[in-house]
């Protein structure tokens, strides 16, 4: 720990490029016919959110793969990525926290009595994101009763 989804997305063949994105757009998954898929990171966001969008993509990258097809693609994660809503954003946000935070090793902490600040420093994750994942686990209570 942590899982670090750059190495993971070079080992599977992805390049991964820091980009000067709008504001708007955390990141994407950029696919062409015939050549390698490329994750690309908003380089004016933080280390957690860069980590979580990789590992966001990386999700949707995993999604298209199961595709026999070449295919051309472009997935962005955006303000509407975060909100839940469409089937492909809830897969690949699901897929990074699974990822980034796996849930072994998180009630494993909290069992431990670690709180969701220290897991979030651990796991090297947003203490949102890793708040969110809590309380998918059903471990919200005990992380607040810490804090």
Same mark, same amino acid.
């Given at each position: ?20 994105? *709008? ?80 849930? *072994? ?10 709180? *969701? ?31």
């Amino acid at each position: 720990m942590p899982v670090e989804p750059v190495a993971i997305a070079q080992a599977l063949g992805l390049q991964v490029l820091e980009a000067q994105l *709008d504001e708007n757009t955390l990141g994407a998954l950029v696919k062409e016919p015939g050549r390698e898929p490329t994750i690309l990171l908003n380089q004016n966001d933080g280390q957690h959110r860069r980590r979580f969008t990789c590992a966001h993509e990386l999700g949707h990258f995993v999604r298209r793969s199961e595709e026999q097809d070449e295919y051309a693609r472009i997935d962005l994660r955006n303000i509407v990525s975060t909100t839940g809503e469409e089937p492909e954003e809830i897969y690949a946000n699901e897929f990074a926290a699974c990822l980034l935070m796996p849930e *072994d090793e998180v009630r494993t902490l909290s069992e431990l009595g670690m709180d *969701d600040l220290e897991m979030s420093l651990r796991f090297k994750v947003s203490r949102q994101a890793m708040q969110f994942r809590l309380k998918n686990l059903g471990l919200m209570a005990s992380a607040l009763q810490e804090a």
